[in-house]
């Protein structure tokens, strides 16, 4: 049987010579040598970065637009009659925007590591686009006539107005 010995590679010989190779222009051996330590240097930030990012958050504040536009168009279809579809996307309609305007907060946070950041303009923009559909959805209620809009809705004392309109059927 033959010595396993003999089978043994020795790795430090492949360590190649740096005295005859030459580097490739940008490289640094200190940042290939320590790249954590070069990242935690505090650097100016870049302001691309920063033009970047703001507009991320700015898309971000905009693109619930689509999906507003697309449920108020849904509820504009479903007409003003009192059924159960129309009340379903009545409550989602006034719902979801509340609870998207509450949560703002969590949908732009304060970063820490960029306080140059607004976030405030956005996270307006934000809530201006639910407040959108939120003002579509009380005059969707209105519409139906399920708001109070007299004050004989209020006092049972008061007598109820005359009806504007009357519907006759087809003779």
């Not at 640094?28 to 100016?44: C, E, L, Q, V, Y």
């Not at 007409?79 to 009340?87: A, E, H, L, T």
Request: charge should be positive; include cysteine; proline fraction near 7%.
């Amino acid at each position: 049987m033959a010595d396993l010995k003999s089978w043994r590679l020795e790795l430090e010989s492949l360590i190649p010579d740096r005295k005859n190779q030459i580097d490739p222009p940008g490289y640094d051996f200190a940042i290939a040598r320590d790249p954590i330590g070069m990242i935690s240097t505090n650097k100016p930030r870049d302001r691309n970065t920063l033009a970047r990012k703001q507009q991320a958050l700015y898309a971000k504040a905009t693109a619930p637009l689509k999906q507003v536009g697309m449920m108020c168009f849904m509820a504009w279809m479903m007409g003003n009659g009192i059924q159960i579809f129309s009340i379903f996307m009545t409550f989602n309609l006034l719902s979801s925007p509340l609870s998207a305007i509450m949560s703002s907060g969590e949908v732009f946070p304060r970063d820490e590591e960029w306080k140059q950041l607004d976030t405030l303009t956005p996270r307006a923009l934000y809530c201006l686009v639910h407040a959108g559909q939120l003002i579509f959805g009380l005059y969707k209620l209105s519409s139906m006539r399920l708001l109070p809009s007299t004050s004989s809705d209020f006092i049972s004392t008061m007598p109820v107005p005359a009806a504007l309109e009357a519907a006759y059927t087809a003779l």
